[in-house]
């Protein structure tokens, strides 16, 4: 008895331990089974995750389709543009592009109106050649502005494809672009060359011999641009073209230039909408800070559109405008470039009445200007 007695604790003890272990493993059962009731799909949730990983990664390769889908878009209106109408073979062996005005054009309606740079195509009334796809066709150049280096073609063909016209007002540096054009000749036809926005509102100075001109506000990439490239288009990764290849320089790599397209939208909407642009003008020879400031022809602290001259009989004549004066603003549209003044011209009619603020001796004042009708010269008067 006293035997039994002594291990009697014993076994308590070692019941409890029992009983303390069966509990834990209770909870531990319980606890497992409530996670699979409340999440019976714990494991299918697992794999959905593992397959959205599998689709992110598709889906980056669908971005590249698009992408690609989205070049081949663009590189359909692209054409060729020169000013002889055998333009095949390899015609730089015998003439240079420069005699031939080779080049790039892009098409912006349906009805065969095509955008390029005016050292491609010529002048105003000039006749050049269009190439769409091995087909040639004569072209008659309605529009055509030297000092923005930006022309219209007109060829009497239909149901063209055109290219999306974007925004270059809000484009960023950094952002990527696309080139497309025919470097070096149409043997290398619709090239796509990509970049990025290396800066914008650049100034450069062009030198031919004694002449002497500027040409300001432009994109600058390092999307590769060769000569053949001039006048086609720089484009966004929408597929929307924000710019109009123009110039390189030919002293380094990676700097190109690009004329923001917003400039010509004005122009390009009255074709489209009346057959023709008669285009509003001021009468004035004008300069913005960039270019002023190249020239010494005023503080560099202040922003706006510096008067050099104002021509006889025009608009601006009638008026108490005044060479020296600084346009700050044109209907209360603040100026900073050049093209701010163009793109806002071309909107206007020859009649329409416009309000100039200007400055002068640093005090402001108003200037009520009824536009002229600009007649065609290669002068660069707006």
């Known amino acids: ?23 834990m493993i209770y909870n531990l059962y319980t606890m497992y089974i409530n996670i699979e009731i409340k999440n019976p799909n714990y ?68 009805d065969g109106y095509i955008l390029s740079n005016t050292h491609v195509t010529g002048d105003k009334f000039s006749i050049c050649y269009v190439t769409i796809d091995e087909n040639v066709y004569r072209g008659t150049v309605v529009f055509s502005e ?24 809000n484009i960023k540096i ?24 290396s800066a914008i509102n650049r100034t450069i100075k062009i030198e031919d011999g004694e002449n002497v001109s500027y040409i300001s506000d432009l994109i600058q990439t390092d999307a590769t641009i060769n000569p053949g ?34 400039v010509i939208k004005p ?15 001021l009468g ?19 922003s706006g559109i510096y008067v050099s001259q104002i021509l006889l009989n025009s608009a601006a004549s009638n008026t108490d405008l005044k060479v020296g004066d600084i346009i700050t603003s044109i209907d209360g549209k603040k100026l900073y470039t050049i093209n701010d003044l163009r793109e806002y011209l071309y ?5 329409n009445e416009v309000i100039l603020k200007i400055l002068r001796n640093d005090r402001e004042r108003e200037i009520n200007v009824v536009l002229g009708k600009k007649q065609w010269s290669k002068s660069d008067n707006i």
């Open 347 to 351: 909107s206007k009619e020859p009649g």
């Open 267 to 281: 122009v390009v909407k009255k074709f489209m909408e009346n057959g023709k642009f008669e285009e509003a003008t």
């Open 229 to 262: 490239n001039s006048g086609g288009p720089l484009i966004n990764s929408n597929g929307e073209v924000i710019g109009i290849n123009t110039v390189k320089i030919t002293s380094a790599e990676g700097i190109g230039f690009a004329i923001p397209v917003n």
């Open 174 to 197: 950094g952002r990527q672009v696309f080139a497309i054009g025919n470097p070096i000749g149409y043997e290398f036809k619709r090239t796509v060359t990509a970049g990025i926005i």
């Open 43 to 110: 494991e299918t949730q697992k794999l959905v995750a593992s397959a959205n990983n599998i689709e992110n990664f598709e889906n980056s390769d669908r971005y590249n389709e698009t992408q690609e889908d989205m070049l081949e878009n663009v590189i359909e209106s692209v054409v060729g543009i020169s000013r002889l109408s055998n333009a095949g073979g390899s015609i730089l062996n015998n003439v240079s592009s420069e005699d031939l005005g080779l080049g790039t054009g892009v098409i912006i309606s349906e």
């Open 1 to 23: 008895m006293k035997k039994k007695a002594k291990y009697r604790p014993k076994l308590v003890l070692a019941l409890l331990w029992i009983g303390l272990i069966g509990i």
């Open 284 to 302: 004035i020879y004008a300069y913005d800070g960039e270019v002023a400031e190249y020239m010494n022809l005023k503080n560099k602290t202040a």
């Open 146 to 169: 030297p000092d923005l280096d930006l022309s219209i073609i007109k060829i009497n063909v239909k149901n063209l494809k055109p290219v999306v016209l974007g925004d270059s007002s």
